[in-house]
């Protein structure tokens, strides 16, 4: 299908959406004749990436956006990879073509729409999709997925009717004893009754810590409702979008739900709660902001292996710590995330890690750590800030 997208003329959102629209009816019919769900690669994805873009890319006729745009989605792994960005004839909409060894893909690139959270666009191979992104995830500072805790994932899978979850619970990254490997991986698809497994898998005391939510299914139906126009969408932790069914909008309707509450949610820590120094009255000044707390309950942090293990620069958290012992249950450590390569710093205890978000810092930070931190830790974890507000 890729190659059919290739043929097309693209030049405007819209004619991509058309474009979508009907590959959306023909996936569909597909599934609907041989009664089973197509391949993924036939599918529709959409992804949501956090890009820190400086404003100067914005300059002079776009010419240096789609330099940044080029740079940016270049992978690490240069041999046998060839990437170039189209500048197509819409203001901040770019056509991406990629080319790795034997492989080729094709992502449309919706920079405008959101000057932050980009979004991409395609009918290429999955795998080969999946590989680009997670390369530029660990090569490009200045770019970064979304990070969706469980339940904001609930409350997305909230808009429609429930079809199936994905669980990804893994805390052999910070085990060093192979006997006491401890994981929950799970899939499953279904009807509106996965939702009462999870739920009971959810509640139950012998799983709850590990329950950690990483994919959702859900059919959502037009707006005004009409039975027959609906999208069939599979949704990650890490915003990619998988997407089938009758009506492309639909899918936008949710995309957008996902960005502008993502974004909000963001905006908020950056705005409220990360500290920087504020004129008073008389010339004085004072410290704004708080600090922000995960607490775990129901178990202790192991201090010395999170340390090791978390703050070593490596996917997922993409967190490098310069840490010093407090003492044998306490470490302090000052953390460079590199995502935008910001500067903030952790107080790790057995039974609270503190967070000092300094002005400036990607907010975007706080989301990866505390999802990351459900899917190695525990779900068993809250957060909240010096005045008691509750974040996610």
Known sequence: ??????????????????????????????LK????????????KTYLFEVDCPDEARSDEGVPLRQFVQRLFSPLERKGTLVFAAQKEEEGFFELNLKHRSQAAILYLDTVTDSRFWLGFSISNATTLDWWIENLSRAQVAFDTVWLWPTFLETVQGRGVPRGFGLDYDYRKLENDPETTTYLKMQ????????????LLKNDERFRDKVVLSKIRLKEFSQPYDEQLFALQDLKYQ??????????????????????????????????????????????????????????????IPV??????????????????????????????????LHTGG????????????????????????????????????????VETDNGDQLF
């Open 188 to 199: 499953l698809w279904g009807g509106r009754e996965t939702d009462h497994l999870y739920q």
């Open 343 to 382: 500067k903030l710093s952790l107080e790790v205890h057995p039974d609270l890690i503190t967070l000092y978000l300094p002005e400036g810092v990607c907010g975007n930070s706080v989301a990866r750590f505390y999802t990351n931190l459900q899917h190695f830790l525990s779900t068993q974890i809250s």
């Open 33 to 44: 004749e041989e009664k089973r769900l197509d391949f993924e690669s036939s599918l529709i």
């Open 304 to 337: 010395q292996s999170f340390c090791e293990h978390v703050l070593n620069g490596t996917n997922p958290f993409r967190l490098i710590g310069f840490t010093h012992m407090i003492s044998s249950f306490s470490a302090y450590s000052q953390v460079v995330d």
């Open 239 to 300: 915003g990619k979008f998988t997407t089938r069914g009758t009506d492309f909008s639909t899918h936008l309707a949710t995309v957008s739900f996902v960005r502008e509450s993502y974004a909000r949610q963001i905006t908020n820590i950056e705005n409220n709660y990360s500290l920087h120094w504020e004129e008073v009255e008389g010339g004085n000044v004072r410290l704004e902001g708080s600090a922000i707390h995960f607490i775990p309950h129901g178990f202790e």
């Open 1 to 30: 299908m890729a190659s059919s997208a290739a043929a097309r003329d693209i030049s405007t959102r819209q004619q991509l959406f058309d474009l979508l629209q009907s590959q959306m009816q023909v996936t569909y019919e597909g």
